[in-house]
């Protein structure tokens, strides 16, 4: 078991170094480097160019800037954002619990309406109630979610102005205002994820119900609400948690178009931010939080696989 | 007693796909959701070829009389903060769509194929490599990998696409691998080399027929995912630049106007889901009719 976790949090850090190796040597390979951005690039002279890239320390070979940057990412400063002039590391302090509140909350919504729901259409297998559950699944793969969110935002101004809060107000300001704000964009990003928990919890129990087990725990008089929720779904389980795993990794991609269509000033606002005003450092340190994030999830769920599933210990 | 040795009795790949010829045009066509997304599809294609005839307006001409306004007998779909026509627009937008669409998905094959046909053949230290490189790659989601490239790369129509071959290159790598490694076991690949043939001809003679079929498969259901990412990363501004009319771009203006315009929402938003729905089920098609043996419908999207 000690061998198993540190054998995938190894793997991991490889992951997580060649993530950050990439994406910091094409930040810097690509041409107009930031030095363009700040110094303009019309009537600078060679020597305030190389006066700028010196005090950025871009004059240094590329991997010395690298290990000398990963060093400080690793303390948790991510240096001076030159474009906004502040620290980034304070600026991803701001970000990361907005996006880390979206994201935690979708995921214990979706679980707690999705799994009943699967369970549900799999039991009904090919009945009315299944075929209304794969219908409402075929429209959430067609649909993008930034369309969802739209029809969302034109059915909540128009005829439930009060109810939603369209801007962003923290927590420590007014708790009841935050949970309006938030409400928008969690039912947007909530809608397509619930409905694949959906999705995926009746694919696992459709297998498992055909299980001889199963049919042993209905001969033997267990109540048939038991045999699907005990029985069955203890059994499906290990399939499902892998699955919010890779369903974590649709999620993020998820949270940057929620909080661009509802303004919320997550992590991925602050990335698309810092891609529009080319600032690389920044867009590089949230390239890194999602990549980690991505990553740490999937290691947390690779780890709770055996205690799920005994077989695998 | 059997002493003649097998040769020139070819022994066949497994039948599990066929090249896509004629039959294969007509198996389509009476696949019923194969006909429909064959239609939607070829009218978008129309659309994006001919638009320029059909549109009724410029779609970049602005009319000065007619901010804002709400769909009427001459502007169908209302018209934008500029005054543009959307229903032009959208009709304009769709060269855009489809030719991302199509050009990522194959230059993504394009790439993922060449790999996955190189690591198959040679094994060894390439393909660990390549590997290694790829399943990095793949183990990151489609959009926020997309959105790293072209937070790199930088914004625009050309470098989005490519931000989505990039993507979906280690997926057809995967796949073209398999297939080479499978087409290696077999004897008529033995019998080509021990004739003599050179490895370039038995690349693209032997091993790229094999490789194609399940590709191709391949292909036709990332198409739905491609032009959802494109959108995705239209939506948010990592697209066209401006001027130029697209989907997701104006979505994302759209947005903006959400409670005076409501009507700007509806026909970008419809061309999106339409031509996605046309893809899903075209790529569901082809599957069905070049791999009968696979069975079930339920797939994961990748992208949201």
Known sequence: ?313 | MNTSPDIGVVSKAPARFRLPRVPFLRDLFRHKGGAFGLAVLAFFIFLALFGHWVAPYDPNASDMKALLSPPSEAHWFGTDVLGRDTLSRVIDGSRIAIGVAFISVSVGMAVGVVIGIIAGYFGGIVDSILNRSQDILFAFPTLLLAIIMVAVLGPGLVNASLAIAIVYSPRFARMARATALSVKSHEYFDAARLAGVGTPVILVRHMLPNVLPPVIVLAALSMSTAQLAYASLSFLGLGVSPPQADWGNMLSKARDFITVAPWLVICPAAALVLLMLAFNVLGDAVRDVLDPRHTGSGRAPETL
């Open chain 1, 1 to 313: 078991m000690a061998r198993l976790i540190l054998k995938r949090l190894m793997g991991a850090v490889f992951v997580l170094l060649a993530v950050s190796a990439l994406v910091f040597a094409m930040g810097s390979l690509i041409p107009g480097d930031l030095t363009s951005v700040i110094v303009g690039q019309e009537g600078a002279t060679d020597e305030q160019f190389a006066e700028v890239r010196r005090r950025l320390g871009l004059d240094r070979p590329l991997p010395v800037r690298y290990v000398s940057w990963l060093g400080n990412a690793l303390t948790g400063d991510f240096g001076t954002s030159p474009i906004t002039g502040r620290a980034i590391a304070s600026d991803l302090a701001q970000q990361i619990p907005v996006s880390l509140e979206l994201a935690t909350l979708t995921l214990v919504f979706s679980t707690i309406l999705g799994l009943p729901a699967g369970i549900l259409a799999a039991v009904h297998a090919n009945r009315r109630l299944d075929f209304i559950v794969r219908g409402i699944l075929l429209f959430t793969f067609s649909v993008p979610i930034f369309v969802i969110g739209i029809l969302l935002l034109l059915v909540g101004s128009r005829y439930f102005p009060g109810m939603f809060q369209v801007s962003y107000v923290p927590w420590s300001e007014d708790p009841m205002l935050h949970i309006r704000s938030m409400i928008m964009p969690l039912l947007t990003i909530a809608f397509p994820i619930t409905a694949m928990t959906m999705q995926m919890v009746r694919g696992a129990m459709l297998e498992v119900l055909h299980e001889p087990f199963i049919t042993t725990a209905r001969a033997g008089g267990v109540r048939e609400r038991r045999v699907e929720y005990l029985h069955a779904l203890r059994s499906a389980l290990p399939p499902i948690v892998t699955f919010i795993g890779f369903q974590f990794g649709i999620l993020l991609g998820g949270l940057i178009v929620v909080e661009q269509i509802f303004s919320l000033p997550g992590l991925g606002r602050g990335m698309l931010d810092a891609i529009n005003t080319r600032d690389y450092p920044m867009v590089t340190a949230t390239a890194l939080v999602f990549a980690f994030a991505f990553v740490a999830i999937n290691v947390i769920v690779d780890l709770l696989y055996p205690l799920l599933d005994p077989r695998q210990r």
